[in-house]
């Protein structure tokens, strides 16, 4: 095996309910967390994410890639405009956005973050 390739076609990850670090603040939002990968020096992780309809209030310290499979959400930065996500989409969240996160429809996406 590489010490420079990691294949996750036979990972088994543990779900964690509900390890979110937002503030629920509308709703009752669940989420399911399957952590498929951590680097060794714990400054990446990649896996799924699962979320029930609900809004969080959300403050971004690490930057994300996300894949949406499943869902729509609405994403509003502090004195922005609405985001509006869906089944499909792929988008980056910078550090430093502060603001919403609010599921309409249930959520699956892959993530990353580093």
Do not use: Q
């Amino acid at each position: 095996m590489s010490d420079f390739i990691t294949v996750l076609r036979e990972t088994c990850p543990t779900p964690v309910l509900d390890a979110t670090k937002w503030k629920r603040i509308a709703g009752d939002p669940h989420t399911v967390s399957l952590v498929a990968y951590v680097s060794k020096d714990e400054s990446k992780i990649m896996g799924t994410w699962i979320c029930t309809p609900g809004k969080y209030e959300v403050n971004y310290e690490k930057w994300e890639f996300c894949h949406f499979l499943d869902g729509y959400c609405i994403i509003t930065p502090e004195g922005e405009e609405p985001v509006h996500l869906k089944a499909g989409d792929v988008f980056v969240i910078e550090p430093g956005l502060k603001g919403t996160w609010e599921v309409v429809e249930t959520v699956r996406k892959y993530f990353v973050f580093a």
